[in-house]
């Protein structure tokens, strides 16, 4: 077995291990935790890739600012330990069978494309974050700048709902 | 024997680094305290720590060693875990920052290898040292919640507020020098800063980012070390453990060794913080000086030798006998020194670049304490004014108008 093949196993099972726990925990802020675990595995993975910058920004992003928010609210609101009802019996007869299905899907959706994503990673080894600079800003320019622009009314909504009622 | 070494060169040279720079950093930090209190004693017209040894110099052994043996309680009711791990988080996040600043351009070559100064060079440096000091926050933050306690919960909500609005702020600032480098590396970024010719075309302090065109970066500078401030919660920005409100923020509740790895990391991070600056505005490991002066290479003697043979005169009138030993023993190693380098010269040659990075660092530790000794707190809406409606808006702009004027002038 090869490091990076050593690596990867190691990663994954600390992504996967880390959204179980996700899952599990019963404490809010420890299942945060655990999504900052996740969040550094697939970094890592990234980086096993050769995407050092999206790496970098998985990090500084996910880890790093939406994290730090998800974990100040958590303790902003002072959140328990949350309590276990019943399981619903939708989660039971349909939850476990459409999981089941997605898993396969994208199991052999994968399996299928594998050989395109290996070859479109080998070309991009060179200088990824220029490469990456080019797809977003020439080839990809339109769709970049709308999503941003989606983003920004998607604040715009969140600041008019937040804000409160003035007196007319 | 010596086939396992040269197998597994790279990852002893590494290992050897790792250690030896550990020791360094670990050292530095005890002895920045030092100087921080003697420097602040002396703005207040105190003494500052004066009897553990000759001028206090023995205090940080002293303090670490009272670190060690206190006894280290657990509140009750704490979070175990999280408790226990976050001074780890804060204490490993803030030396991993440390591997990635390189010290010096050329390697030192040892048994046919070259060994470079620095444990690392990755061509994302920047973006990997913004990606730790981003996770950095949980250490502070984490210790807060954790600790089942009042203060501290408040100090850690006030830090993660703080981190996520000045972050922002932090990242935008660097983008100017990034453009101009059109790298990520460190490395890069120095190497870019040598042969720009800078304003009226001088090489030397006018090839630095801070001065050199097409637009100097002394925005992106004042809005970079003012937001590597607030992150490394430093006075004026030190509200997560402002002592006169929250007792102690978020370190309330720990005691012994515990307290003591906040401490190192917050002060890891102040040189971290030091280093950035000289390297991504001031030239990095650059001499201030154009090449062609290279009387200047004798500066590192010059300093040396006259503080060694101070140290000297002042040590034999101190008024302990250990005093009247040690100190002008420092002062004749001093003294050494500064005489080796003017006998050896292709040592002074190379030790140039670190002597620089290290002046500059010194610097800035320098204005850290200065601004500790002088400046009151801000309250908690300052802040987030200040963050978000100049700091950000400014870093903006600073990265609008480079960007505007490498495009209408060209690289430089």
């Known amino acids: 077995m090869s490091v990076e093949l050593i690596v990867f196993f190691a990663l994954a099972a600390l992504a996967v291990g880390g959204a179980l726990s996700l899952i599990f925990q019963r404490h809010p802020i420890h299942s945060a935790l655990s999504l900052i675990v996740v969040m550094i595995a697939l970094a890592g993975l990234y980086l096993l890739m050769g995407a050092e910058f999206v790496a970098a920004v998985q990090i500084i992003v996910y880890g790093g600012a939406i994290m730090v928010l998800f974990v100040f609210v958590i303790m902003l609101l002072n959140a328990g330990v949350e309590e276990r009802t019943n399981m619903s019996k939708l989660a039971g007869y349909a939850g476990i069978p459409l999981a089941l299905a997605l898993t396969s899907f994208l199991a052999a959706a994968l399996t299928r494309s594998s050989d395109a994503v290996q070859a479109s990673a080998a070309t991009g080894t060179a200088a990824p974050t220029k490469a990456l600079a080019m797809l977003l800003f020439q080839d990809f320019v339109y769709p970049f700048e709308l999503t941003s622009f989606l983003i920004l009314v998607a604040i715009l909504g969140a600041i008019v709902l937040a804000q409160r009622e003035t007196s007319r | ?412």
Not at chain 2, 32 to 57: I, Y
Not at chain 2, 62 to 83: N, Q, S
Not at chain 2, 293 to 307: A, E, K, N, V
């Open chain 2, 1 to 412: 024997m010596i086939d396992f070494l040269n197998a597994h060169a790279e990852l002893l040279i590494n290992l050897v680094k790792t250690a030896l720079l550990l020791f360094i950093v670990l050292t530095v930090n005890a002895y920045l305290t030092w100087f921080e209190r003697k420097v602040v004693a002396h703005m207040q017209s105190r003494w500052g720590p004066h009897r553990v040894g000759p001028h206090g110099l023995l205090q940080p052994l002293a303090d670490g060693v009272k670190f060690l043996f206190k006894e280290d309680p657990t509140p009750a009711g704490v979070d175990k875990f999280v408790y226990y791990m976050a001074p780890l988080l804060a204490l490993a996040l803030a030396l991993t920052s440390i591997a990635v600043i390189p010290f010096g351009p050329d390697p030192i070559r040892v048994f046919g290898r070259d060994i470079y100064l620095g444990i690392t060079d990755l061509n994302i440096g920047i973006l990997a040292l913004f990606a730790i000091t981003a996770l950095g926050v949980y250490g502070v933050a984490l210790a807060g919640w954790s600790s089942n306690s009042k203060y501290p919960l408040l100090g850690g909500l006030r830090s993660s507020a703080q981190m996520i609005s000045y972050e922002l702020a932090l990242t935008m600032s660097v983008v100017g020098v990034l453009l101009m480098a059109g790298s990520f590396s460190l490395r890069d970024i120095i190497a870019n800063q040598q042969n720009t010719p800078g304003l009226f075309g001088w090489h030397g302090i006018f090839s630095w980012n801070i001065f050199a065109g097409p637009f100097p970066q002394i925005l992106g500078f004042l809005c970079f070390f003012v937001a590597a401030i607030a992150e490394t919660n430093r006075v004026p920005f030190d509200l997560p453990e402002a002592e006169s409100e929250l007792v102690a923020g978020f370190h309330t509740e720990y005691a012994s060794f515990k307290f003591a790895m906040f401490f190192i990391a917050e002060y890891t991070s102040m040189i971290t913080v030091s280093a950035l600056c000289s390297i991504l505005f001031f030239g990095g490991w650059l001499s201030p000086f154009p090449a062609a002066w290279t009387f200047t290479h004798y500066l590192p003697s010059i300093i040396l030798i006259p503080f060694g043979f101070w140290v000297i005169w002042d040590g034999i009138r101190y008024e302990t006998v250990f005093g009247r030993i040690i100190l002008p023993g420092i002062g004749t190693a001093m003294a050494a020194v500064g005489i080796a380098l003017l006998l050896f010269p292709t040592v002074n040659e190379f030790i140039q670049a670190p002597f620089w990075l290290l002046s500059k660092i010194l610097v800035f530790l320098f204005i850290y304490v200065w601004m500790r000794g002088t400046l009151p707190r801000l309250r908690y809406d300052q802040l987030m004014d200040f963050g978000w409606k100049l700091l950000l808006p400014v870093s903006l702009a600073n990265v609008v108008i480079t960007a505007g004027a490498i495009l209408w002038w060209g690289k430089p």
